[in-house]
């Protein structure tokens, strides 16, 4: 009944061009707001009743998301008009009842918000220092590039927004499937203007010319990381690292260059754009905007510009019962937070995922891009949602994976992943490929963490290229015992259902991520010589057992002392290998002073090299501890203590 009178209410307005409704503390006001190009907006402004305070009404403006209008955010504006906001609400431009056609999130759009803000100060009933503008995806893109190119109010909340929104839906090369979603709306929803609309058809042309088009077009006054620079009122950013739209690398570069002392970034989890919903950091994000607006429009002195929290991030990681995400948050005054360091991960033949490069004679590791049936549409697939029988006969999904050593401590991962990648492929015109991380417990469970996407679109069979790319940024705690572990696919999508028979994502379903490529190819990645290819992760605290420290070929077997010795809690025991002719089998095990076997760090074939393994002893009791390297030709025991 309620949403019936609201369209009424606007329906009348259209009409009759104003519709007043009196509630006990604030009178609404529906009317159409006739721009500079002579279309008009559907607008709603709540104006609280009684006597505005000197220099007029503190105002807030909310803006809502792609697709959707006004209403969306009314219950909002309530909620401020409530507490003596002159509050306002509109449909952007194509959507909702307003006229004209969509821009798909552009200047024009900025554009119109600016000259609803100029109609908000006209009025002599606002106070023109006290305007602040909230919204989350359109809505926070919107008010943010407004703010960048002239827009000038006390403040901007910007939610589930970047600057490099427009390249960010065909970032590196690909497309991803929430650009074909939100580009293909019915025009009961979105009209499109002419270009827009060809953005649908130009996806599922699949074609390089379509492509191009796309490229050329999708930044051009959607992209505005350039004008960044010039936004000097204070901006509150709350992104979500699981965004399926909009990369939070935008956001993390805008930190580099936004004024330092008028900023404050949350990244974590958020309600929308396919992110996980948590109640205790939706609970924490509302109540900084509180502190927010208390600050910067009423002039309360509280901690939320405090140096030491202008970073907040949320990191996922496994919970006991390993069903859904927990979340650690935490704060700093810089970003990257103080001890990341960005760890290469090197490609291994037999699943391996070092932190050294691999030296053998294996040139490659291999996957196939297996399109079963060479006239299958993008159309096709995207209808049979990538699973079940039909999708099955047109194309087949191919992986392989790599894991690291079980991690000895909780290593933490802050920041955006990238890899560098060598590469050739059978396929011509295009090739792609999709790096998927993993967390993967003890017991074998594994979870989805994010994902680098490298499509070339301007390759020539058997080409050998090289490529360092992004990823989608994210922070993860990997828990001690657990592997990182890293796929290589053909599809970047997850199985229906998890270990636990759940919904593994509720958002894309079984849809990937990118849009797959659809030339069939053999595509090879170089992991040996001079062309070893890696994933890069911004780690804090990462541990892992063994890593290669060295090139050189020793001339014997030695076993090193530990240190730091004494230690608390971690050490690292170095040991040699000589250039026998063969693998060799290294044992290296831990005894404590009754001579039972505490822990076994290396039982593996080893080439020549030098090498490192850490002995994490948070789990034993302090005292003196030994510790044995065994080979076919060789023995040594060292003694180590523990202090704690």
Not at 137 to 164: H, R, W
Not at 235 to 245: E, I, M, S, T, Y
Not at 325 to 339: C, E, L
Not at 487 to 493: A, G, I, P, S
């Amino acid at each position: 009944m309620r949403n019936l009178l609201l369209l009424l209410t606007a329906f009348i307005t259209l009409c009759l061009g104003e519709a007043s409704l009196q509630s006990g503390s604030y009178t609404r006001v529906d009317f159409m707001l006739t721009l500079s190009d002579g279309i008009k907006l559907d607008c709603t402004k709540l104006i609280p009743n009684g006597t505005p305070p000197a220099g007029g009404w503190p105002v807030a403006i909310i803006t809502h998301g792609y697709g959707l209008s006004k209403f969306i955010e009314l219950p909002s504006a309530e909620e401020f008009a409530n507490d003596n906001y002159y509050s306002f609400v509109y449909s952007m431009r194509g959507q909702g009842v307003s006229e004209g056609l969509s821009n798909f999130i552009s200047t024009t759009e900025a554009n119109d918000l600016k000259e609803v803000v100029q109609y908000i100060k006209n009025d002599a009933n606002t106070n023109d220092n006290k305007i602040f503008i909230h919204g989350g995806s359109q809505g926070g893109i919107i008010p943010f590039m407004a703010a960048c190119t002239g827009l000038n109010v006390k403040t901007i909340i910007t939610d589930l927004a970047s600057p490099t929104a427009g390249s960010n839906w065909i970032e590196n090369g690909g497309i991803k499937m929430t650009f074909l979603w939100t580009s293909g709306y019915p025009s009961n929803i979105v009209r499109y203007n002419p270009l827009v609309s060809r953005f649908k058809p130009w996806i599922y042309a699949n074609t390089k010319e379509k492509w191009d088009s796309l490229n050329y077009y999708l930044p051009i006054n959607r992209d505005f990381i350039g004008e960044v620079g010039n936004c000097q009122i204070p901006v509150l950013v709350q992104n979500a690292w699981q965004d399926k739209f909009f990369n939070t690398l935008g956001m993390i570069q805008s930190a580099y260059i936004l004024p330092y002392n008028n900023i404050k970034m949350y990244f974590g989890a958020m309600d929308g754009h396919g992110s996980d919903l948590v109640m205790a950091e939706e609970t924490y994000k509302d109540q900084v905007i509180l502190d927010w607006l208390d600050y910067h429009l009423h002039g309360v002195q509280n901690n939320i510009m405090n140096v030491n929290n202008k970073f907040t991030y949320a990191a996922s990681r496994f919970p006991a019962n390993e069903s859904q995400w927990s979340w650690n948050r935490y704060n700093s005054p810089t970003w990257p937070p103080a001890g990341t360091e960005n760890v290469k991960l090197y490609f291994h033949p037999s699943n391996q995922l070092q932190v050294y490069g691999y030296g053998g004679s294996q040139t490659s590791v291999n996957f196939t891009n297996d399109v079963l049936d060479p006239n299958v549409t993008m159309e096709y697939l995207v209808n049979t949602e990538f699973r079940g029988p039909l999708f099955d006969a047109k194309f087949h999904k191919e992986e392989i994976f790599f894991d690291t050593p079980a991690l000895l401590q909780d290593a933490v991962m802050a920041g955006t992943p990238y890899a560098y990648l060598y590469y050739s492929s059978t396929a011509n015109e295009i090739c792609q490929y999709n790096m998927q991380i993993y967390a993967v417990r003890p017991n074998g469970n594994e979870k989805l963490v994010t994902r680098i996407n490298w499509t070339d679109r301007d390759y020539t069979a058997n080409q050998v290229k090289q490529k360092y790319v992004n990823g989608q940024a994210y922070s993860h705690v990997f828990r001690a015992g657990e592997k990182i572990r890293v796929k290589l696919t053909n599809l970047d999508n997850v199985p229906l259902y998890d270990f636990n028979g759940d919904t593994t994502d509720t958002f894309l379903r079984t849809n990937p991520f990118m849009l797959p490529s659809l030339k069939a190819g053999a595509n090879k990645v170089y992991i040996n010589n001079n062309s070893k290819s890696y994933i890069e992760l911004p780690l804090m605290n990462f541990v892992i057992g063994i890593q290669q420290i060295s090139a050189e070929v020793p001339q014997q077997f030695n076993l090193g002392q530990n240190y730091p010795n004494p230690f608390n809690p971690v050490t690292k025991i170095r040991f040699s290998v000589p250039n026998t002719g063969k693998n060799n089998f290294v044992k290296i095990a831990v005894y404590d002073v009754t001579g039972k076997l505490v822990t076994t760090l290396v039982d593996e074939n080893f080439s020549a090299g030098s090498y490192e393994v850490d002995f994490n002893g948070s789990n034993y009791s302090t005292g003196v501890y030994f510790y044995r390297m065994t080979t076919n030709e060789f023995s040594e025991v060292k003694k180590m203590i523990l202090v704690k």
